[in-house]
């Protein structure tokens, strides 16, 4: 399928590796020129290096924490003027006990998960409502609309995005410019392997990764009976970033294999 994409210029921040780093891929298949971020500057450039000479494309590799302001700045530097916006952020850490909570990871949370996209929402959408034309994905996390007790650190900041998301949506879809969510759900990705030790030691768990992986699944159990890998994600995320979708607005759409039973 021809997305109608090539030659724009996209950022995908937060692609060097898992969803990000997949939906990077399709947008460099579909021809892009592409801008990925992440804080890694090691994985990051090796990321920018393997799509480039995958798909013959050019990839700019920007370090940056996108939580912060000097890192936003980074991008807005490097690119000033996005055609396609997508955003996906390290998942956080199982928190354990909610009564462990902090202020403190409340406030890396909001500032991450919420703020941090927010901000470069907010900086892009006036040039794409000047050219007419803009898209924006956030792949965020079904436990936004998904209430789970030990993604405490997950679920909260991105409910506020997803309704940040739809507000603004509505007010600037006759511009021409969509956003849209994706909210996945558990994924075979770098960042759930590097959670794992986090989520034996939230439940308490034998530090047998065997045990602990039949425990997660008895948890949280999957209707199409595996945890997702990147691929399954990927190609609706470029569709959404497509002339394809401009008729989609305001959307979360959840990829969970069916594990979240609600019917909106």
Not at 87 to 105: C, D, H, R
Not at 146 to 175: C, D, F, K, Q
Not at 220 to 231: L, V
Request: charged share 20%; glycine share 8%; with cysteine.
């Amino acid at each position: 399928m021809d997305l109608q994409i090539k030659g724009k210029n996209a950022i995908m921040a937060g692609g060097s590796a898992g969803l990000g780093r997949a939906t990077a891929e399709r947008l460099a298949e579909a021809g892009v020129n592409l801008f990925i971020t992440a804080r890694r500057e090691e994985r990051l450039r090796k990321a920018a290096e393997e799509i480039s000479a995958k798909y013959n494309t050019t990839v700019t590799p920007v370090v940056a924490d996108s939580s912060t302001e000097d890192g936003r700045q980074a991008l807005f530097d490097a690119c000033p003027n996005p055609d396609i916006l997508s955003i996906t952020i390290k998942p956080p850490a199982p928190n354990g006990s909610f009564l462990k909570v902090t202020p403190e990871m409340w406030r890396d949370s909001v500032e991450t998960a919420l703020i941090g996209p927010v901000e470069i929402m907010r900086h892009y959408i006036p040039g794409m409502i000047d050219r007419g034309w803009g898209r924006i994905v956030n792949i965020a996390t079904f436990s936004a609309k998904n209430p789970m007790i030990w993604r405490l650190m997950s679920g909260p900041a991105r409910s506020a995005l997803i309704n940040y998301t739809a507000s603004v949506s509505r007010e600037i879809a006759r511009h021409g410019v969509t956003i849209n969510n994706l909210l996945p759900g558990i994924f075979r990705t770098e960042g759930m392997d590097e959670s794992f030790d986090a989520y034996v030691d939230a439940f308490g768990l034998e530090r047998d990764r065997e045990v602990a992986m039949t425990h997660f699944l008895e948890n949280n159990k999957i209707p199409a009976g595996f945890m997702g890998e990147s691929e399954d994600l990927a190609p609706m995320a470029a569709l959404l970033c497509s002339p394809l979708s401009r008729f989609i607005v305001g959307q979360n759409i959840v990829i969970d294999g069916g594990q979240h039973s609600s019917i909106f």
